[in-house]
């Protein structure tokens, strides 16, 4: 692992840590490649401690993209979080799926189906996203993949047994804040678009001396997204499921 690498993922966990946004960004700190954003990735883990799950992007054109996410910023539906602290800045509505075995090394690739054979539940998820970076700073797209792709917090919903009933790719969705509507959307990855990706995450892990748990939540792409401006009462409600909450103070 470069210094480099060293410094920046440091860097950006202290900046979470302190809740201080970093105000100048060395040249060195910049991935050049997605494979030195995932070393950075490698890095900011190496600090934040064990992982809980992921998160990846299903459905879209090419190959997805990814980020592990530490266990201490899990929370269950209805937590409480501190905005300003967590440096939060916006809102995504996701479907989540949690791994009831470990997928990890066994000599040959997995598929969609046994990845699909892995999943015992989807959940209706929250991701608040956060800038570790001041305003005044520039920072590229593949430093905030480093970032753990900007994620702050991941609260998740009840469970629905997998494998999905629901039509994923038309989810009726509405996102609410303090009772009132500020987005919605009906359009999003299918089933099999989502056990695709988990099949390639799991692959992807791999290759990073890394395993897909038991127990993981692994969230699957924004379906909405909106600004987050607290304190308020923070309301996603996806067809079919329970609704999933948080209090941002």
Same mark, same amino acid.
């Given at each position: 692992?470069?210094?480099?690498?060293? $410094?920046?993922?440091?860097?950006?966990?202290?900046?979470?840590?302190?809740?201080?946004?970093?105000?100048?960004?060395?040249?060195?700190?910049?991935?050049?490649?997605?494979?030195?954003?995932?070393?950075?990735?490698?890095?900011?883990?190496?600090?934040?401690?064990?992982?809980?799950?992921?998160?990846?992007?299903?459905?879209?054109?090419?190959?997805?993209?990814?980020?592990?996410?530490?266990? +201490?910023?899990?929370?269950?539906?209805?937590?409480?979080?501190?905005?300003?602290?967590?440096?939060?800045?916006?809102?995504?509505?996701?479907?989540?799926?949690?791994?009831?075995?470990?997928?990890?090394?066994?000599?040959?690739?997995?598929?969609?189906?046994?990845?699909?054979?892995?999943?015992?539940?989807?959940?209706?998820?929250?991701?608040?996203?956060?800038? +570790?970076?001041?305003?005044?700073?520039?920072?590229?797209?593949?430093?905030?993949?480093?970032?753990?792709?900007?994620?702050?917090?991941?609260?998740?919903?009840?469970?629905?047994?997998?494998?999905?009933?629901?039509?994923?790719?038309?989810?009726?969705? $509405?996102?609410?804040?303090?009772?009132?509507? @500020?987005?919605?959307?009906?359009?999003?990855? +299918?089933?099999?678009?989502?056990?695709?990706?988990?099949?390639?995450?799991?692959?992807?892990?791999?290759?990073?001396?890394? +395993?897909?748990?038991?127990?993981? @939540?692994?969230?699957?792409? $924004?379906?909405?997204?909106?600004?987050?401006?607290?304190?308020?009462?923070?309301?996603?409600?996806?067809?079919?499921?329970?609704?999933?909450?948080?209090?941002?103070?």
């Amino acid at each position: 692992m470069s210094d480099a690498i060293e $410094a920046a993922a440091r860097a950006l966990f202290d900046a979470r840590r302190t809740a201080q946004p970093i105000t100048a960004v060395p040249a060195e700190w910049v991935p050049q490649t997605l494979a030195d954003a995932y070393r950075l990735q490698d890095a900011v883990m190496r600090h934040e401690g064990v992982a809980g799950g992921w998160k990846v992007l299903a459905g879209a054109e090419g190959e997805p993209m990814c980020a592990p996410i530490p266990a +201490s910023r899990y929370h269950a539906d209805g937590t409480s979080l501190d905005q300003a602290g967590l440096l939060i800045f916006l809102t995504e509505v996701e479907v989540g799926v949690k791994l009831g075995r470990t997928l990890a090394e066994k000599g040959t690739p997995y598929t969609p189906e046994e990845a699909a054979a892995a999943i015992v539940s989807l959940h209706p998820a929250l991701e608040m996203c956060a800038s +570790s970076f001041d305003a005044g700073v520039e920072a590229s797209h593949l430093l905030k993949m480093g970032d753990l792709q900007s994620n702050a917090a991941v609260i998740v919903g009840a469970a629905l047994p997998a494998p999905a009933t629901l039509d994923l790719a038309n989810l009726d969705i $509405a996102l609410a804040y303090d009772d009132a509507p @500020v987005a919605g959307t009906a359009v999003g990855a +299918s089933w099999q678009q989502i056990v695709e990706a988990i099949a390639w995450l799991a692959n992807h892990a791999i290759s990073r001396g890394l +395993s897909l748990n038991e127990g993981d @939540v692994i969230i699957t792409g $924004a379906r909405v997204k909106h600004p987050a401006t607290g304190p308020m009462e923070v309301e996603a409600r996806l067809a079919g499921m329970a609704p999933v909450t948080l209090t941002l103070t």
